[in-house]
């Protein structure tokens, strides 16, 4: 990215969306320092940076620090900003992807991790092709199942992810399975509701 | 006629961009040249810069700048809707300060090309503190001795009476401190009842307490908690051609306009708020937050576009909490329960800045809710060097009544009268007053209130009479308790406008300038006006989230206002398009407006019939009033632009919420729980809920199904877990992040959970649909609260949350083990 500021920014520049796929993406510099800084020496190591990442059934080449989580890497360097970081920390499951079909907090895992492995993000739930939705997103689109949806990614995410090891939970199981991810706004239980029937609609 | 739209569930126009990862919150933006900011936080509960070295920071490379204190436009008046200047409160909440008041205030900002680099700036910003007393419990500065938050004082005096042509004046900071005589009872666990800037009354109290057959006398403190929207309160903003537009977290969108012009001391035609989504507010966020101006300034000084991302850790400092509430309350009862005389007395932690409203609207609601024969409110809103308070859903109300419930619920066992028929003998009904009396002797009163019949519907419901009885019994380990209660808020504004326009391709496309915090009501309140026009819902077009793209003038979205105050207005927008579509069609076809009706996408009459497609071109073809080139006198300044930028497109539906409403319009919830604790280790489960809202018509039942059980969830958060934790002795927070407040996670919900709507309508608005986003927070708290006193009985616990520590304490000593009268612990 350019430290230069246009003085007259377009307004067509101005909200950039997803990130061409296939391109080598290197806006990480938004939150880390990957440029090399006026006056400093050259960064070590800036070719082990650039990595491959298979994100939503494509390959993506990214440049990536060390220190760099795979959540600011799906939001800041692929443009994936359905995953929301709303602790950074491991505490509320907001940015729950699946990583070779297991939920991870995505905010504590290095993307230098998951080379070679696979990850899906909420935007890769609907058919990319068709845009029909998951089963488990049909389910929280039918009733309605959160409010402000700052913690529905994560909780699709992990429910997803649940399903793949008990498809047919009780609502009890369920419960357990989803109970890393945190909800401020709706009661539990219809998000519970909304999550049962995405399990209902994916068995058909 | 039934309703088509009005009370039926469907897709909202935000849910499919929510569910695939689309919808963009604050954060979700990019713009090329983005700079990143981050906040220097005060490491102390109270200090002053004594000297400040910038310099090693500033010589960073990538580092572009910095805002300090001192670059802050002054705090400025502010002029209400009706006009009046209130003026600047100049001890209110900065963005920065030089003098922070609570531990982690913002003190600076550094801009910089990326995060990391500004992160590593702030490390190399050397500050030298002068420090300066603190305070983090409100009870212990009123003491003789305790120390003061503020260097003028320790609490909020009373506002002055305004002098007519000036603006009105702040309330000012004084200091109290109680004698030693009226502190003694500290000691001992109760509430000194001391001096109090603040009081009212009304009835004789004296005579109540004298006829009163059971008289209880009780101390309860209530949590701080913590809004903890899951969505932290980032911002980011550029300039444009000497405009503003900022990205940012807020609960209202035409609204925040307003808040940030006048932070910025901008004119407000210069900013531009874009907020499609955000991630909760709870009050929190009610016009955006006063930090969203520091990457503003930023901007403008860096020429750069400014993203200031806040983490967790910061959003516990700056996002605001709900305030404890130490209440003591002497309530005199009838031998039917019937509340005979209310002394009410509270000291309210207001935190280091403005003056909430909290402390006043917890006598106000109790007076509401329980309609007590006499009743006097005494309270003091106290200083503490802890993070700035804001509004939390039924700010105020909810303590108020969490103070009383257990109060109640412990008469009825005294007493033998059943815990529904308490709350029944005690209800409001109808135009219920509630209050003091004003100068002309007169009380304010409810627009309707149904409680009685919330009651009932869920006792039926919860099948009280049959369960009830298992309560207190004890089965191995394991207790059982019922509880019921009631809740109360205001519900409603009134006065705002409504805009849409139905264009010749037969679509309808609505101006919402509502907020969407996840309550719907930014669509919702428009199917009234698609109802009443006719129109099918797949042909209406929602603009929402933008205040560049034509918005009309909309209430605060907080507070329960916006079902009340929207669906008004888009009752005044769509009487204002049937009119003018029923003038077309007698123009055209002849015979009176009035013979022509409007429906199923036509309107008809004597002389024939078009579509709402053709009458959209002929309103454009009559020009005038009919497409928006004329607007009515009435509508605020904000619509007026917005309906001019739209006019010539079809025919306009654009007009002022005008109707009358006799009394303040408030919503009611009665909520039912009940627990099971093992009273050998003091856990407890919340097995069932029940709640029954009494909020005029439904609109939306999934939605509002979501605010009744969502809202109440949030209560029951308050009386299981949720609070704060201090370091008394150097003012520090210890509890600051989701896994030290403990909000409540999917394990701690009830395991059954259902909700009711009476849908009776409020008599007091065309569409009878009342606010519902306050009231079920007190009704979760206090079922659950009063269900566990009836697993273990009276004096178990005299705070709210019930942690399991104080329970196993309790029951290990065989009765209530006296506890600090504060909340931080
Ligand atoms: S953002 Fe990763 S768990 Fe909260
Ligand atoms: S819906 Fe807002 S946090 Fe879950």
Known sequence: MTEETPAHVSRRNFIKGVVAAGAVASTSAYLFRTTTLHGQPSAAGAVERLMTLNVNGQDRRVDVLPQQTLAMTLRYSLGLTGTKIGCDRAECGACTVLIDDVPHYSCSVLAQRVRGKKVVTIEGLADAATGKLHAVQQGVVESQGFQCAFCMPGFVMATVGYLKTNPNPTRQELAHGISGNLCRCQDYDKILTALARGAELMRG | ?825
């Open chain 2, 1 to 825: 006629m039934t309703n088509k739209l009005i009370g039926q569930n469907y897709v909202t126009p935000d849910l499919v961009a929510k569910v695939t990862g689309q919808a963009k919150y604050a954060e979700d933006f990019r713009v090329d040249g983005m700079l990143f900011c981050k906040l220097l936080l005060s490491p102390r509960p109270h200090a002053r810069v004594a000297r400040m070295d910038t310099s090693k920071a500033l010589a960073m490379p990538g580092v572009k700048g910095i805002l300090t204190a001192d670059e802050l436009p002054a705090p400025a008046d502010v002029v209400t809707d009706l006009g009046q200047r209130i003026a600047a409160n100049t001890k209110g909440e900065k963005a920065l300060t030089n003098e922070p008041v609570y531990q982690g205030e913002p003190v600076l900002a550094i801009a910089a090309v990326d995060e990391q680099t500004a992160v590593e700036a702030i490390e190399k910003i050397e500050i030298e503190w002068e420090p300066l007393p603190f305070s983090v419990d409100p009870v212990k500065s009123l003491l003789p001795g305790g120390a003061n938050a503020r260097l003028e004082g320790n609490i909020w005096g009373k506002p002055k009476p305004p002098t007519p042509g000036q603006p009105v004046a702040p309330p000012a900071i004084e200091e109290l401190k109680w004698t030693e005589a009226e502190a003694a009872e500290y000691a001992h666990g109760r509430l000194p009842t001391g001096k109090t800037p603040d009081e009212w009354t009304y009835g004789d109290l004296d005579a109540g307490f004298k006829n009163a057959a059971l008289v209880l006398d009780e101390s309860f403190v209530t949590p701080n908690t913590s809004h903890q929207t899951l969505e932290p309160r980032t911002a980011m903003a550029y300039w444009q051609n000497g405009r503003l537009y900022i990205h940012c977290s807020t609960q209202s969108v035409v609204q925040t306009v307003g808040s940030m012009s006048r932070w910025l001391q901008l004119d407000p035609k210069d900013v531009v708020v874009i907020s499609q989504y955000t991630g909760g507010g709870f009050g929190s966020k009610a016009t955006g937050t006063i930090t969203a101006m520091i990457p503003a300034l930023l901007s403008k000084k860096l020429n750069a576009p400014v993203m200031m991302r806040i983490d967790r850790e910061t959003e516990h400092y700056i996002g605001g909490a709900r305030p404890a509430v130490h209440g003591r309350l002497k309530v005199g009862f009838a031998k039917d329960g019937r509340i005979t005389a209310l002394d009410m007395f509270v000291v309210n932690e207001n935190g280091p800045y403005e003056p909430v409203g909290d402390t006043g609207m917890t006598g106000r609601m109790v007076s509401l809710l329980y309609q007590p024969m006499a009743m006097r409110w005494r309270g003091v809103s106290v200083l503490t060097n802890t993070p700035p308070r804001r509004a939390q859903s039924q700010p105020g109300g909810m303590q108020g009544i969490v103070l009383m419930e257990p109060i109640l619920a412990k008469a009825s066992r005294k007493l033998g009268v059943d815990q529904a028929a308490i709350h029944y003998v005690n209800a409001p009904e109808g135009k219920a007053k509630f209050g003091p009396a004003n100068p002309r002797g007169e009380r304010a009163y409810a627009t309707s209130a149904f409680v009685k019949q919330a009651l009932d519907r869920g006792a039926e419901m919860f099948r009280w009479n049959e369960r009830k009885a298992q309560g207190g019994k004890r089965q191995g380990s394991k207790v059982r308790g019922y509880g019921v209660s009631t809740s109360a808020f205001v519900a409603g504004s009134t006065g705002y406008d409504g805009l849409f326009v139905i264009k010749p391709d037969g679509r309808m496309y609505i101006q919402s300038g509502i907020g969407n915090l996840g309550t719907e009501s930014m669509s919702d309140c428009h199917r009234v006006s698609a109802e009443m026009v006719g129109m099918p819902w797949e042909k209406v077009e929602i603009t929402w989230g933008h205040t560049g793209k034509n918005l009309p003038w909309s209430c605060v979205s907080g507070g329960s206002q916006t079902i009340h105050a929207h669906t008004r207005a888009a009752h005044a927008a769509a009487s204002d398009a049937v009119k003018k579509l029923q003038e077309i069609a007698a123009k055209a076809h002849g015979g009176r407006p009035e013979q022509y009706t409007v429906a199923n996408e036509r309107v008809s009459g004597p002389g024939g019939s078009m579509t709402l497609a053709q009458a959209a071109q002929k309103a454009i073809d009559l020009g005038g009033k009919y497409d928006g080139h004329e607007l009515p006198e009435n509508v605020n300044a904000f619509t007026k632009a917005s309906a001019s930028a739209l006019a010539g497109q079809g025919l306009m539906g654009v007009a002022r919420d005008t109707y009358k409403r006799d009394g303040i319009t408030h919503s009611f919830v009665a909520g039912f729980a009940e627990v099971e604790v093992d009273v050998e280790t003091g856990k407890y489960q919340i097995l069932d809920y029940v709640a029954i809202a009494d909020v005029g018509t439904v609109i939306h039942p999934h939605a509002l199904g979501g605010q009744v059980l969502g809202r109440s969830m949030l209560g029951i958060g308050h009386a299981i877990g949720q609070h704060w934790v201090y370091d008394q002795q150097y003012g520090l927070p210890l509890a600051k992040r989701f896994h030290h407040n403990k909000p409540p996670t999917i394990l701690d919900a009830p395991q059954k959970m259902a909700w009711d709507a009476l849908n009776i309508p409020d008599p007091e608005t065309p569409v009878g649909a009342r606010g519902i986003g306050e009231p079920p927070v007190a009704a979760g708290c206090c079922a659950v609260l009063n269900a566990l006193a009836d697993a273990l009985g009276d004096d178990v616990f005299k705070r709210a949350p019930v942690m399991v520590g104080t329970l196993v304490a309790a029951l290990d000593a065989g009765k209530a083990v006296q506890e600090p009268l504060t909340a931080n612990i």
